[in-house]
């Protein structure tokens, strides 16, 4: 593989580890926080939790981002060699 492309992969491994971060940042935040929804104006009962659904998106961007391998990136160049 060339200098150009590993630092590039470098720099992509970098930023989702920033992301990552972010979003472990954000998950802290909601799932200490109370519950946000929207919620039936005729008997109050919730129907969607608006902090669950986006505590779950944000967990499955932390399991994407830890899946992701240089295939994934580039999945003509997985072995190294040029595109």
Same mark, same amino acid.
């Given at each position: 593989?060339?200098?150009?492309?590993?630092?590039?992969?470098?720099?992509? #491994?970098?930023? !989702?580890?920033?992301?990552?971060?972010?979003?472990?940042?954000? !998950?802290?935040?909601?799932?200490?926080?109370?519950?946000?929804?929207?919620?039936?104006?005729?008997?109050?009962?919730?129907?969607?939790?608006?902090?669950?659904?986006?505590?779950?998106?944000?967990?499955? !961007?932390?399991?994407?981002?830890?899946?992701?391998?240089?295939?994934?990136?580039?999945?003509?160049?997985?072995?190294?060699? #040029?595109?």
């Amino acid at each position: 593989m060339n200098t150009a492309a590993t630092t590039r992969i470098d720099e992509i #491994a970098a930023d !989702l580890r920033s992301i990552k971060v972010i979003l472990g940042f954000a !998950l802290v935040m909601l799932e200490s926080s109370e519950n946000y929804g929207v919620t039936d104006s005729q008997d109050g009962e919730m129907l969607c939790d608006v902090g669950q659904v986006l505590t779950d998106s944000i967990r499955r !961007l932390g399991m994407y981002s830890e899946e992701l391998t240089w295939g994934e990136v580039n999945p003509k160049n997985s072995e190294g060699g #040029a595109a």
